[in-house]
């Protein structure tokens, strides 16, 4: 794969009753958080922005932690958008309404 910037949105939907979900998605975050790679919390995914071997490293990273920690079952829902010879980056789509 190339080394161009892509981003990609994460989100965690854990099916479990040992705890809430939300504990499950905080652990996420502090994963994808610890990474440093850049990246933007919002209410119903996290949104990463790197190279795509770095953000695929990310999606495998919170997916382990999961594991490890013996949360029983969940959905990792992961969308990415690359171009195939330049960056493609989150404030690209959204500059142009101020945020």
Request: aromatic share 8%.
């Amino acid at each position: 794969m190339h080394n161009y910037l892509v981003n990609a949105s994460i989100q965690i939907l854990p099916i479990v009753q040992d705890k809430h979900p939300y504990e499950w998605v905080d652990e996420a975050i502090v994963v994808i958080q610890q990474s440093g790679i850049k990246h933007e919390i919002g209410p119903f995914a996290t949104v990463v922005e790197g190279t795509y071997a770095e953000v695929m490293a990310i999606v495998n990273a919170v997916n382990e932690h999961l594991l490890s920690k013996n949360c029983s079952e969940w959905i990792a829902s992961v969308q990415i958008n690359m171009r195939s010879k330049s960056d493609i980056t989150a404030n690209e789509k959204v500059s142009k309404f101020g945020l």
